[in-house]
């Protein structure tokens, strides 16, 4: 994980993460990054690489990002999080690219706020949201083939 | 004008390439380039592909400019 300044959030001493990494994702690392003693609460998504869709078996994912675009585009989720939800005082989000194992992680987001209430609403946003626009893609490989995966 | 066009998931391996330089007239938007995309990889047209320029989502209306970077931005599907 590299230590390039992510946005700073105007409300809180921490700087917000935003990473597209070729490396394994430590959820720790990330969940440390949002923590404070003036945040209560710290809410995890941690989106894992499945081994079956469809009641097919997967062998793998290889995810693809536009990784300059990608990054603006997690900081302007994160700019939306902080502007509709005020409350939320950090947000730290990584997402994987390459071949991924089943079993192994593709993206952890993590939000901290004084108290609970609107971390929840704010980190399913999050995540929806990353699915919805960022520039991120992943094909799943099978014994017999290989497809890219939109919800879109 | 120069633009590069970066291509990603299944839009860069139909067009074998990860980026290329195609030549424009003054004046042309980000349609025309479209236009000259799909007329090079006609298979790409049925792939919802949307389009950034500078790393933003742009309309077809979109004018462009000399060494505008523009990406083919295939259904995305992170996370």
């Known amino acids: 994980m590299n230590d390039e300044p992510g946005v700073q959030n105007p409300k809180s001493k921490i700087q917000n993460l935003i990473e597209i990494t070729a490396h394994p994702i430590s959820t720790d690392e990330?969940?440390?990054?949002?923590?404070?003693?003036?945040?209560?609460?710290?809410?995890?998504?941690?989106?894992?690489?499945r081994g079956?869709?469809?009641?097919?078996?997967?062998?793998?994912?290889?995810?693809?990002?536009?990784?300059?675009?990608?990054?603006?585009?997690?900081?302007?989720?994160?700019?939306?999080?902080?502007a509709r939800w005020p409350d939320i005082r950090a947000v730290a989000m990584v997402h994987r690219v390459g071949r991924l194992e089943i079993g192994e992680?593709?993206?952890?987001?993590?939000?901290?706020?004084?108290?609970?209430?609107?971390?929840f609403d704010a980190l399913r946003y999050a995540i929806d949201r990353i699915k919805e626009i960022a520039p991120i893609w992943k094909k799943e490989f099978w014994a017999d083939g290989a497809a890219w995966r939109s919800e879109h | 004008m120069q633009i590069t066009v970066r291509f990603f998931a299944v839009s860069r391996e139909m067009t074998g390439a990860e980026r290329q330089l195609y030549t424009l007239p003054e004046g042309a938007t980000l349609q025309d380039l479209q236009d000259q995309l799909f007329a090079a990889y006609p298979a790409l047209e049925a792939q919802r592909v949307r389009f950034a320029?500078?790393?933003?989502?742009?309309?077809?209306?979109?004018?462009l400019h000399d060494s505008d970077e523009v990406a083919c931005i295939p259904p995305v599907g992170g996370g």
């Open chain 1, 30 to 49: 990330v969940v440390a990054r949002v923590a404070d003693p003036a945040n209560g609460a710290v809410v995890t998504f941690i989106g894992v690489v």
């Open chain 1, 52 to 82: 079956v869709t469809g009641g097919r078996q997967t062998l793998y994912l290889e995810y693809e990002a536009y990784p300059e675009m990608a990054e603006k585009v997690l900081r302007q989720i994160a700019d939306e999080i902080h």
């Open chain 2, 53 to 63: 320029v500078n790393l933003t989502y742009a309309l077809l209306n979109t004018p």
């Open chain 1, 105 to 119: 992680t593709a993206v952890v987001i993590a939000l901290a706020a004084s108290h609970r209430a609107p971390t």
